[in-house]
């Protein structure tokens, strides 16, 4: 915590600390330079006095290439080079403290620059200062501290360089782990939405037809308490018999949702809803007082489970709408074709009541069949609201 926090102190102040080593830095070269040398002689046996200007340019281009190398890296590196050269020329010697301010300018910049352009500039630099050593040194082309430098100068740019590399590859692995723990949360922000809305579309689909059986057998009941109580025992039986089947299904539910062990819904111990328990679902309704018109063609066989599932919802949906908004007779056709199943359930519309696709059973029986791969269309036609749903043969499930 403690380190973070000063890095981040001294990126944001990356000058001032440039400039107070440029400072610190060029002070203490002169001091070294001056009182170290007993004889009062520089290299070559140059006499100090007589390279006052020479001192006096290269420390104020120190200071200001090193104060300042973080934002000219590449103008620094050539200002150095040019003033080394001019140096060169004028007194015959390289001058040591444009040496070392040259090798950590370069640093700086092979470290902020591409590869190809840092090895191009500092080539071209490196290239001039040889030129420039051997044309107007003291010691010619071969000598060794002509080769030393060279050699120093391609050191120093390729150890920056191989820093930057690895500085490079350690971001991108940081980026992809960003990334990746960024699709990981936005994966699991998908589930749990694609989750929740599951469990809605299921609370809707095991409540809404029962909670409509009990809502007519209750009225019956109310309706021939006085003239016929004989009559009150069945229909109450039948509303106790729904009201155990919500309760059992929204046990399931909740048992799921209280769950550890990460299972969805179609995982609960209740038998499989499917086509197989069609006529149980028919005759529920039948026992509530609708009377539906079921027709079947096709060779009949097993479904996928989601498409199973699905077809039985959507049947469970469309006939509980034609209950609640119909005159008391539906018709239900379920076709297997080829490669799909076809639903299609339609009433006549009472007068009145208020259309069929209203609410969110509707939009679960959408859900339902896209999430199969397939389709359900639904929509008044006259005085008659109809329901086609077509779903594929093998399961083509998709979020």
Same mark, same amino acid.
């Given at each position: 915590? /403690?380190?973070?926090?000063?890095?981040?102190?001294?990126?944001?102040? /990356?000058? %001032?600390? &440039?400039?107070?080593?440029?400072?610190?830095?060029?002070? +203490?070269?002169?001091?070294?330079?001056?009182?170290?040398?007993?004889?009062?002689?520089?290299?070559?046996?140059?006499?100090? !006095?007589?390279?006052?200007?020479?001192?006096?340019?290269?420390? /104020?281009?120190? *200071?200001?290439? *090193?104060?300042?190398?973080?934002?000219?890296?590449?103008?620094?590196?050539?200002?150095?080079?040019?003033?080394?050269?001019?140096?060169?020329?004028?007194?015959?010697?390289?001058?040591?403290?444009?040496?070392?301010?040259? %090798?950590? #300018?370069?640093?700086?910049?092979?470290?902020?620059?591409?590869?190809?352009?840092?090895?191009?500039?500092?080539?071209?630099?490196?290239?001039?200062?040889?030129?420039?050593?051997?044309?107007?040194?003291?010691?010619?082309?071969?000598?060794?501290?002509?080769?030393?430098?060279?050699?120093?100068?391609?050191?120093?740019?390729?150890?920056?360089?191989? /820093?930057?590399?690895?500085?490079?590859?350690?971001?991108?692995?940081?980026? $992809?782990?960003?990334?990746?723990?960024?699709?990981?949360?936005?994966?699991?922000?998908? $589930?749990?939405?694609?989750?929740? =809305?599951?469990?809605? $579309?299921? %609370?809707?689909?095991?409540?809404?037809?029962?909670?409509?059986?009990?809502?007519?057998? !209750?009225?019956?009941?109310?309706?021939?308490?006085?003239?016929?109580?004989?009559?009150?025992?069945?229909?109450?039986?039948?509303?106790?018999?729904?009201?155990?089947?919500?309760?059992?299904? =929204?046990?399931?539910?909740?048992?799921? *949702?209280?769950?550890?062990?990460?299972?969805?819904?179609?995982? @609960?111990?209740?038998?499989?809803?499917?086509?197989?328990? +069609?006529?149980?679902?028919?005759? @529920?309704?039948?026992?509530?007082?609708?009377?539906?018109?079921?027709?079947?063609?096709?060779? #009949?066989?097993?479904?996928?489970?989601?498409?199973? =599932?699905?077809?039985?919802?959507?049947?469970?949906? @469309?006939?509980?709408?034609?209950?609640?908004?119909?005159?008391?007779?539906?018709?239900?056709?379920?076709?297997?074709?080829?490669?799909?199943?076809?639903?299609?359930?339609?009433? !006549?519309?009472?007068?009145?009541?208020?259309?069929?696709?209203?609410?969110?059973?509707?939009?679960?029986?959408?859900?339902?069949?896209?999430?199969?791969?397939?389709?359900?269309?639904?929509?008044?036609?006259? &005085? $008659?609201?109809?329901?086609?749903?077509?779903?594929? !043969?093998?399961?083509?499930?998709?979020?």
């Amino acid at each position: 915590m /403690a380190w973070g926090t000063v890095r981040a102190w001294t990126r944001r102040h /990356a000058t %001032l600390i &440039d400039t107070v080593f440029a400072v610190v830095f060029v002070g +203490l070269f002169f001091m070294g330079y001056f009182f170290g040398d007993s004889d009062g002689h520089g290299p070559r046996g140059i006499a100090i !006095a007589d390279s006052g200007p020479a001192h006096a340019v290269a420390g /104020a281009t120190a *200071l200001f290439a *090193l104060a300042a190398r973080r934002r000219w890296p590449a103008r620094l590196l050539v200002f150095d080079t040019a003033v080394s050269v001019g140096i060169m020329v004028a007194t015959g010697y390289r001058h040591p403290l444009l040496i070392v301010t040259w %090798l950590i #300018v370069a640093y700086t910049f092979a470290r902020r620059t591409p590869r190809r352009r840092a090895w191009l500039v500092a080539g071209a630099c490196i290239a001039a200062m040889f030129l420039a050593a051997g044309a107007f040194g003291g010691s010619g082309w071969v000598a060794p501290d002509n080769f030393g430098f060279t050699a120093w100068a391609i050191a120093m740019v390729a150890i920056a360089d191989a /820093a930057r590399s690895r500085r490079a590859y350690i971001d991108e692995v940081e980026e $992809r782990a960003r990334r990746a723990e960024a699709t990981r949360e936005e994966e699991a922000r998908r $589930r749990v939405a694609e989750e929740r =809305l599951r469990i809605a $579309r299921e %609370l809707h689909d095991v409540v809404a037809h029962h909670i409509a059986v009990i809502n007519v057998q !209750a009225g019956a009941a109310a309706h021939v308490l006085q003239t016929r109580p004989e009559a009150v025992g069945p229909a109450l039986a039948h509303i106790r018999r729904a009201a155990d089947t919500v309760m059992q299904e =929204l046990g399931s539910v909740v048992g799921v *949702l209280r769950g550890d062990d990460g299972g969805g819904l179609d995982e @609960s111990t209740e038998p499989t809803r499917g086509l197989a328990r +069609l006529a149980e679902l028919l005759d @529920s309704f039948a026992a509530a007082g609708l009377q539906v018109e079921h027709r079947q063609s096709g060779t #009949v066989r097993d479904l996928p489970a989601v498409v199973d =599932l699905a077809a039985y919802r959507i049947v469970q949906e @469309s006939l509980t709408n034609a209950h609640k908004y119909g005159t008391g007779r539906a018709r239900l056709a379920i076709t297997y074709a080829p490669d799909a199943v076809q639903i299609d359930v339609d009433n !006549a519309i009472a007068k009145d009541a208020e259309p069929n696709g209203s609410g969110y059973g509707l939009v679960g029986m959408r859900e339902r069949a896209a999430a199969t791969g397939g389709t359900v269309t639904a929509g008044a036609e006259g &005085d $008659r609201f109809a329901v086609h749903a077509e779903l594929p !043969a093998t399961a083509k499930e998709t979020p």
